[in-house]
């Protein structure tokens, strides 16, 4: 079971400069742009500050 995500603070999603890279094809965004975010998606990302608040899916 998943805990309640936090409330979504209304914040402009788009990352800044610094905020993100390509890696692979893939979009990787950076700790700093999930801090500014302010919450988890559950994604299992790889910069993810909230890890300890989530359950990583990928350790399913």
């Known amino acids: 079971m998943r805990p309640a995500k936090r409330p979504r603070a209304a ?10 890279y390509w890696e692979n ?5 950076t700790a700093a742009y999930h801090l500014r975010r302010g919450w988890c998606c559950g994604g299992g990302c790889r910069h993810c500050p909230y890890r300890n608040d989530v359950a990583d899916p990928q350790k399913k």
């Open 11 to 20: 914040v402009d999603p788009r990352p800044r400069e610094g905020e993100c």
């Open 25 to 29: 094809g893939l979009l990787v965004f």
